[in-house]
């Protein structure tokens, strides 16, 4: 089975709030986690990235903090906007392979 | 996805027929890769190369083929032993020394008559 996943697959947000998606991995000797966005009809889009000796990483506007003792992985989006609309996945390498939970599907709502 | 090409966007498969996907890259990337997406789910890696004439399985090889004779270029083979290929099909690359990083096309649509 696949070793990535994500707590929940679907995700409402208000325009303006903060989005939290969670995703839980079970491989302890993945070292390199990424989250992916990707919109309907095309290929994924690189966000943010987090290596295993870091505990979190912020980007414009978003921020992913890694929990090595649960392994849990959160993407933070901050003042979400309608074109945070699209479905997020996060990814972690190991064994030279990304592998890919299913996606959480973020709705923002005017 | 500037800079990887993946053709035909739509594509539809006969019964008993094999078609192939295309994938093109001008990044000057080593490593190339092809997975599958179904509804609802994760992305599957089906084949990945790290080098020119060099390819490797993925978690789902089985049904499809691949080649890879330029840097370029790695398209995929979807045969007829595949028995359920409808699925969105996205080509990845990633440079030497940073497999981790993948860069995605934009997709190809498969969906059998």
């Known amino acids: 089975g696949e070793s990535v996943g994500l707590h929940l697959p679907t995700l409402s947000v208000q325009e303006g709030d903060n989005s939290i998606i969670n995703c839980a991995y079970s491989n302890s000797a993945s070292d390199y986690f990424i989250w992916y966005k990707q919109e309907s009809g095309k290929g994924p889009q690189f966000i943010i990235d987090?290596?295993?000796?870091?505990d979190k990483r912020q980007g414009q506007r978003v921020t992913v903090l890694l929990n090595k003792t649960v392994k849990h992985l959160s993407l933070q989006i901050a003042a979400t906007q309608p074109g945070d609309s699209a479905v997020y996945f996060c990814a972690e390498y190991n064994d030279y392979k990304l592998s890919f939970g299913a996606g959480t599907t973020v709705t923002v709502r005017a | 996805d500037g800079g990887i090409t993946q053709s035909p966007k739509y594509l539809f498969r006969k019964e008993g027929q094999n078609v192939t996907l295309s994938c093109e890259q001008n990044?000057?990337?080593?490593?190339m890769y092809w997975y599958r997406q179904d509804p609802g789910q994760g992305l599957r890696l089906i084949y990945y190369s790290q080098i020119v004439n060099d390819f490797q399985k993925g978690d789902i090889a089985e049904g499809y083929s691949v080649s890879r004779e330029k840097k370029e270029s790695f398209p995929l083979t979807v045969t007829s032993a595949q028995k359920n290929p409808t699925a969105f099909y996205l080509c990845a690359t990633s440079p030497m020394g940073s497999n981790e990083k993948l860069f995605f096309g934009s997709g190809t649509q498969l969906s059998v008559l």
């Open positions: 987090i290596r295993s000796n870091m």
């Open positions: 990044l000057n990337h080593d490593a």
